[in-house]
């Protein structure tokens, strides 16, 4: 069981990127998704969560308003659409899966990408 993120990059500050996460298994459609991020010396955080049929989301406060979490169950993939990238979202992006229908900072989640580097510059 694999979770693939791609869609990482150097961009610029105010710029838009678009991150997927594509799972192995189809079984993945009955599990919630999460990102996370983890910036450099700082430990990796909770940014953003979606339920199984993507009618749930949650934020992190960083993340409200700019990023939007979706998924393409047909697809096996979980996307975060980022919009006006700032300095602070300078970090490694990883995605999971939770062990249950929903995914939000208490969630426990079981399977991890290998992660995907943002880098935003002024």
């Known amino acids: 069981v694999q979770l693939q993120a791609s869609g990482g990059g150097l961009v610029q500050a105010g710029d838009s990127l678009r991150l997927s996460c594509t799972a192995s298994r189809r079984t993945f459609s009955n599990n919630g998704m999460a990102w996370f991020r983890q910036a450099p010396g700082k430990e990796r955080e909770f940014g953003a969560g979606?339920?199984?049929?993507?009618?749930?989301?949650v934020y992190a406060d960083s993340m409200k308003g700019r990023f939007t979490n979706s998924r393409d169950n047909a697809k096996n993939t979980v996307y975060l659409q980022m919009n006006n990238l700032k300095l602070e979202d300078t970090a490694v992006y990883y995605c999971?899966?939770?062990?249950?229908?929903?995914?939000?900072?208490?969630?426990?989640?079981?399977?991890w990408g290998k992660g995907t580097q943002v880098t935003v510059s002024s």
């Open positions: 999971a899966a939770s062990v249950a229908a929903l995914a939000g900072p208490g969630s426990v989640y079981r399977y």
């Open positions: 979606i339920s199984w049929n993507g009618a749930s989301t």
